[in-house]
């Protein structure tokens, strides 16, 4: 494992992540850094009192937003508009829920104060975006992520009632596909996010689709933003 120099961005080559897709520990949660890092496939990840642990598992857990699966009783939930789907409406919101809702089977959250603030000022830069679920004003699930050109990195959800996160995927999933995006990152496996389409993909399959698609090119997603889209999906 890699040590991160802190005063340069430079990272070792994804190839060289261990078998669990570790590949450096330490640097700083700065949005240069951060930005460098997903450009190359890496994220952070790492527990409370940890240095900052940077990652690039092999395969990779993604969605290609043409493979969206929607069943008959989410198209129904949403038919019914149990939740109103905004976008960048309640960033700072969307990531302090998605670090304090509990979670079953997990202690704690890797979102400590350092990665909130992080991912607030990208956000603020206009790289980091929310996906908000409504129901009667108040916030019932969400997600947030980051956008590179037509590649979508998620990075946590959080669901307070039952399929309001499910909602927003699949709400910005569609308006991507609609946008002729990739890729939505997924990051490491999930049996939630398998039955939306998600699928595993080999690291260097994965690293040629950032090259050609993930240039450090902003998207403003709220500009085109379409809360009915998954109705043509």
Known sequence: MYRLRSDSLQFPSPELADENGLLAYGGDLSPERILAAYEQGIFPWFNEGSPP??????????????????????????????????????????????RCTPRPGQEGTWITEEVEQAYYQLHRQGWAHSVEAWQNGQ???????????????????????????????????????????????????????????????????????????????????????????WEIS
């Open 139 to 229: 916030l019932v699930g969400g997600l947030y992520g980051l956008i590179f050109e037509r590649c979508f990195f998620g990075e946590s959800m959080f669901t307070h009632v039952s399929n309001a996160s499910k909602a927003a995927f699949i709400t910005l999933v569609a308006n991507l596909k609609k946008a002729d995006f990739v890729l939505v990152d997924c990051q490491v496996y999930t049996e939630h996010l398998e039955s939306l389409g998600a699928e595993m993909i080999p690291r260097r399959m994965f690293i040629h689709l950032l090259r050609c698609y993930g240039r450090r090119i902003k998207f403003d997603l709220q500009a085109v933003f379409d809360p009915l889209c």
């Open 53 to 98: 642990l940077w990652w690039s598992p092999n395969p990779r857990f993604v969605l290609f937003p043409e493979n969206i699966k929607i069943s008959k009783s989410m198209r129904q939930v949403l038919r019914r508009r149990y939740f109103t789907i905004t976008v960048n409406h309640a960033f700072e919101q969307v990531i302090r829920q998605c």
